[in-house]
């Protein structure tokens, strides 16, 4: 099984509905995050959590919001999609202070089209 | 500001010539790099990553990377390509004082038989 999961994978919806993407991870780690990768940008992180009690705005956090429900999910909510946030949604983990560098394992991404 | 620049959009090769993808940060603590693999509909994977020691390091898939300092870089190398690696390559930065991460825009790699 792998070791992050993101459902739906994915999702087609109209400007105005509320979506949540949702994260999680067999990995033990205490922190994730959400990124979008749009074409000729590469990723861009929208918020990151270091640990439950924890949430941190990435570089474009607006128009999203995040819930860390336990320490294995970490979920992303567009309140009101519009057609720019079209795009491919990755959630990623990482370990804490391992001294080795803050490597990253990421899941297999959401394809979200907003029309 | 903190960058990566990959800047190279498209690179085409055929199969069996070697490939260099280049990688040049901007970043004012010392680096962590990283550079990550993403197949057609898949995820990112970790190639291979430089914290520390030796400045050529190797990775998975028979990929080698080099940090420069003196030229903020971190090009990744393999000697022959196989038509397996066609994919989007990204390199990225950080630093033990944070986890996140800078990525640059990716490299889209080609393979022609």
């Known amino acids: 099984d792998a070791d992050v999961t993101q459902t739906p994978r994915n999702r087609i919806t109209k400007t105005g509905k509320r979506i949540m993407l949702e994260c999680s991870q067999t990995?033990?780690?205490?922190?994730m995050y959400w990124y979008r990768q749009d074409p000729g940008l590469g990723l861009r992180l929208i918020y990151y959590?270091?640990?439950?009690?924890?949430?941190n705005k990435g570089e474009i956090s607006d128009g999203y919001s995040v819930s860390r429900q336990a320490q294995a999910k970490f979920s992303l909510s567009l309140e009101s999609a519009i057609p720019n946030q079209t795009a491919l949604y990755f959630c990623?983990?990482?370990?804490?202070?391992?001294?080795?560098?803050?490597?990253?394992?990421f899941g297999p991404g959401t394809r979200l089209t907003v029309l | 500001a903190q960058s990566v620049t990959q800047p190279d959009i498209h690179i085409t090769v055929s199969e069996g010539a070697s490939l260099e993808l280049r990688c040049n940060y901007s970043?004012?603590?010392?680096?962590?790099l990283f550079w990550y693999v993403q197949s057609p509909g898949q995820g990112l994977q970790l190639l291979l990553k430089?914290?520390?020691?030796?400045?050529l390091v190797q990775g998975i898939k028979g990929f080698e990377a080099e940090f420069k300092r003196s030229q903020s870089s971190f090009n990744l190398r393999k000697p022959s390509v196989h038509w397996s690696d066609a994919a989007e390559y990204f390199c990225?930065?950080?630093?033990?004082?944070?986890?996140?991460?800078?990525f640059g825009t990716g490299t889209r790699l080609q393979v022609f038989p």
């Open positions: 959590s270091f640990d439950v009690k924890d949430i």
């Open positions: 990623a983990t990482s370990d804490q202070g391992q001294g080795d560098g803050n490597e990253q394992f």
């Open positions: 990225a930065v950080g630093s033990y004082n944070t986890d996140k991460l800078i």
């Open positions: 990995k033990g780690h205490d922190r």
């Open positions: 430089y914290f520390s020691g030796d400045t």
């Open positions: 970043y004012g603590a010392t680096p962590y």
